[in-house]
């Protein structure tokens, strides 16, 4: 039996990542299923000209590819769109999946809808076959891949991963079902409202800016 390869490409600029988190997490549960993973860093690959054929190789020679990133300005980070503009035109003898992972830190899972629609065009015009797209709100919650540790709180995120690999290793589609499952909040809105109201008090105290909280500096 041939093994299968699964590339997961981050699309978050910075070093660590909930969504390098999030990307090892599902690499780790296909690779105990026998698959081949791979992970790789867009940003990385952009800034450093040598990276991007050893990235491309990996493109080439995968059977499903994973986007895992977070949400900037309603839409996918620039370095990540660039490197999508040039891995979309290269031939390939076969038509792997491709999915996507989304997370923002809005309360609104929703408000990752453009990015994945952008995804799916992606999906498109690269020659492979959408698999689905995976929408999370308030995406900090995530932060050190501690869903397992959250228990009912993030239980729809961890059942929802677990339920992705099993698609994906069952070489299926993400069923719509699992893809409404991640999107469920985490909290009620007004206790979102309430510690992200004290997280910005918090962090304007930390920097004496507590008089400049109310500045209208461009208001007529």
């Not at 690269?126 to 797209?133: E, F, I, K, S, V």
């Not at 698609?167 to 719509?176: F, H, K």
Request: proline letters at 5%.
């Amino acid at each position: 039996m041939t093994t299968r390869t699964f590339l997961a490409l981050i699309g978050s600029p910075r070093a660590k990542s909930t969504s390098e988190t999030i990307a090892r997490y599902l690499a780790d549960g296909l690779a105990a299923r026998g698959w081949t993973t791979e992970v790789r860093s867009l940003s990385a690959a952009i800034r450093h000209a040598e990276r991007w054929p050893d990235l491309e190789a990996a493109y080439q020679r995968a059977d499903v590819i994973g986007l895992c990133f977070p949400l900037y300005v309603d839409c996918l980070p620039a370095e990540m769109t660039e490197a999508l503009e040039r891995l979309a035109p290269i031939a390939r003898d076969t038509r792997p999946g491709c999915f996507a992972v989304c997370q923002c830190g809005f309360l609104e899972a929703e408000q990752n809808d453009t990015a994945l629609a952008i995804c799916r065009e992606f999906a498109r015009d690269a020659g492979l076959d959408w698999l689905g797209g995976l929408a999370i709100g308030t995406g900090g919650a995530l932060n050190g891949g501690n869903w397992e540790k959250m228990g009912k709180m993030a239980a729809h995120i961890t059942d929802g991963f677990a339920q992705t690999i099993e698609a994906i290793d069952a070489g299926a589609p993400i069923p719509d079902a699992t893809q409404a499952l991640v999107r469920k909040r985490f909290c009620p809105t007004w206790m979102y409202w309430l510690i992200g109201n004290a997280s910005m008090l918090t962090e304007a105290r930390k920097h004496g800016a507590m008089w400049k909280i109310t500045a209208r500096p461009y208001a007529r």
